[in-house]
């Protein structure tokens, strides 16, 4: 059992937690803190997402809020429909790349952009406070349905330049693996769009998630496995609320979800476009090479997609995201978008003529390893990193997010989760011996 409320939203386990008068109560004090004008509602594939769906919307019906209704969609979706519209919210319910047993909510403002920090204390505090739930006149909102957000989000990222300007593709097939949850209709759609056959492997939209959702490699042995039984050009993962972006190259095997915003970067930046850009702490410095090698910087911020978007608009970059698979294009939105980094990513091969693995092999190379440790009641953090600060004198740092040790060629960074009750300890190194031996001078820090 666990409940978890933090810069990425509400997030619980269901039936202890997640119960039907906790859903109500945020989305009632969501719409409280909200000026006057619609609110747009998402859900991603999970059965529980229908009932949850039910009580947000009655919820903010009672508020006297006039309810834009996706039902299923991607929360890349939920926030381009709210960017480009008059709405002054949104809620997406998914508990993203958690198992089948959790879900959630995050808030997103006018700008289709998660709440801050300071927008996420306003939330709590109205939630705390008991915020009321009926509009002032007793007057209900009426629901909209949205039935071709799909469509729109698909038309803009068609419409960008760099994807416009690409050939199509000759039918080469792709195989998806959107573990049968929102990304199950738009994914498909958007390659056939862009010329190629596609093979559904788990993209039902049932939302019965056919293996460990988070999509990491580890959990994707059966999308590589399609990949070469069906000769495939490449494979696609998406986590259940389309956010995440994965691919697997033409052997079947994990280009690695850090190599999804470099090949989005490069993407951007071959194409001319002019600007810097920002990922978070925890992701791959061969970021930084291609951005240097057209002449930018790469600017980092913690982790979080509101964090990444706040530090982009603060330097008005033109592309960031985060080495999960995250990839932030403002171009089109303001958010992570699987979507997006698909038609930025595959619109590269077209324009250069390459498979995916040769596009790899063009990128800077690092070994990152990522561990985490479950956090033991009363953790002093604070304790930790002083003593991380001390053990690298030699190194720059940063306390922005956790602590972040940079060295010349390499770099480590311990922060607990914003997610789980755990602790990440991630390294990346030119090899992997000099990145195992990063994290183990960490965790002799913890346990000595």
Excluded at 221 to 245: I, M, S
Excluded at 402 to 413: D, E, K, M, N
Aim: aromatic share 6%; hydrophobic share 45%; glycine share 8%.
């Amino acid at each position: 059992m666990a409940f978890i409320r933090s810069i990425s939203g509400l997030r619980a386990t269901l039936v202890d937690d997640l119960t039907p008068f906790v859903v109500a109560e945020y989305a009632a004090a969501f719409a409280s803190i909200l000026p006057p004008g619609p609110i747009v509602v998402g859900r991603d594939g999970r059965p529980s997402g229908q009932w949850i769906e039910e009580i947000v919307v009655g919820s903010l019906r009672v508020a006297g809020r006039t309810v834009r209704l996706l039902g299923m969609a991607t929360t890349p979706t939920v926030q381009l429909i709210t960017e480009h519209s008059d709405a002054v919210g949104a809620i997406a319910i998914t508990a993203s790349h958690n198992p089948a047993e959790w879900n959630g909510m995050k808030f997103l403002d006018a700008g289709g952009v998660f709440l801050d920090a300071e927008g996420n204390a306003e939330l709590w505090r109205a939630v705390d406070a008991h915020a009321p739930a009926m509009s002032a006149d007793g007057e209900e909102g009426v629901v909209e349905l949205i039935t071709d957000a799909s469509e729109q989000h698909i038309a803009r990222v068609l419409a960008l330049d760099v994807v416009r300007s690409a050939p199509k593709a000759h039918g080469e097939l792709v195989v998806v693996d959107a573990v049968n949850s929102s990304g199950s209709f738009i994914v498909p759609q958007l390659l056939l769009e862009l010329g190629y056959t596609v093979h559904k492997l788990f993209a039902d939209g049932s939302g019965i998630f056919p293996h460990t959702p988070e999509p990491t490699s580890e959990n994707l042995t059966q999308l590589g496995e399609a990949v070469r039984t069906h000769k495939a050009a490449f494979g696609v993962a998406v986590d259940p609320d389309g956010d995440r972006l994965v691919l697997f190259d033409e052997t079947g095997s994990p280009i690695g979800e850090e190599r999804t915003v470099v090949l989005a970067t490069e993407a951007v930046m071959a194409m001319g476009t002019r600007g810097d850009a920002v990922v978070n702490y925890s992701t791959t410095r061969a970021v930084d090479d291609v951005t240097a090698q057209h002449g930018y910087v790469t600017h980092r911020a913690a982790v979080g997609e509101i964090n990444v978007v706040r530090k982009m608009q603060h330097v008005a970059a033109v592309i960031g995201g985060e080495g999960s698979g995250g990839v932030i294009y403002p171009a089109c939105h303001a958010g992570r978008d699987s979507i997006v980094g698909l038609g930025l990513i595959t619109s590269l091969l077209r324009h250069r003529n390459v498979s995916l693995a040769q596009a790899c092999a063009a990128l800077p190379t690092y070994v990152m390893i990522k561990t985490k440790i479950d956090l033991p009641p009363r953790f002093d953090f604070g304790s930790l990193r002083d003593h991380v600060i001390s053990s690298f004198s030699d190194a720059t740092f940063s306390t922005e997010d956790g602590v972040h040790v940079a060295l010349p060629s390499s770099w480590v960074h311990v922060r607990v989760s914003n997610t789980e009750p755990i602790m990440r300890i991630i390294a990346e190194a030119p090899s992997r011996e000099e990145a195992q031996e990063l994290i183990n001078r960490v965790q002799s820090l913890i346990h000595g």
